[in-house]
Structures are given as structure tokens and as C-alpha cells.
């Protein structure tokens, strides 16, 4: 855990109203490139409309709510697996293809 995160989560008692993806990440102990995953699942909304590339921001009060919920915990923990087996997923065929392009070049 380093310095900025530790000082972070010492604060959770007063907590800034609008969290970044990190800190949110953090809330959630889990990596930023996780939020996305929660976000598409629909377990997460940012705050506003904003676009696709703009920086996300959530609400403290509603995650520190939803934090307690053991339920939408688990779906979270599901959603997260999910986004990575599907990440993976799309990766492979690309890696059997080029297993397969080199066997094909040695004359296998």
C-alpha cells in the first residue's frame, strides 16, 4: 500500500464528496483498470453525463453505502472476474494465431 493511498484511507472518515477513478479504486481495493469493468457492468455510474474520455467521478456517500451491502460486494467481485476472463477472452485467438503462424514457418 503506498503513502498516498494509506493517507487516503485514513481520511475515510471525512471523505471528499466527488472520488476519482483511483480513489475509488482504492475504496473498493481494487486497480483503477477495474473500475471500467464495474462501470460497464452497470455496479457503478459516474456523476453527471460526462464523455467517454473525460475523467470519471463518483459520489462518497453513495459508494460508502453501497460498500456495506455484502451482496452488491459479491457482484462487484463477479463483474470484476467476468471483465478479466472476457479481456483475456479476446487476447488468446491472437496468441494462437501466432503460435500457429510460427509452426507453420518451421514446417510443422
Known sequence: MCEEQRF???????VPARLTVEQAAWLLNCTP???SFLMRA????PLGDPPQSAQKLFAADEMLELI??????AR???AIHKGHR???LTRK???RIGVLAR??????
Not at 8 to 14: E, I, K, P, T, V
Not at 42 to 45: C, E, I, S, T
Not at 103 to 108: A, C, I, Q, Y
Open 33 to 35: 483498470d477495474n473500475i
Open 103 to 108: 509452426l507453420n514457418d518451421r514446417g510443422v
Open 93 to 95: 485467438p491472437a496468441k
Open 76 to 78: 462487484v467481485t463477479n
Open 86 to 88: 472476457m479481456k483475456n
Open 8 to 14: 487516503f484511507l485514513s481520511l475515510c472518515r471525512q
Open 42 to 45: 452497470g455496479l457503478l455510474k
Open 68 to 73: 456495506k451491502n455484502r451482496n452488491w460486494l
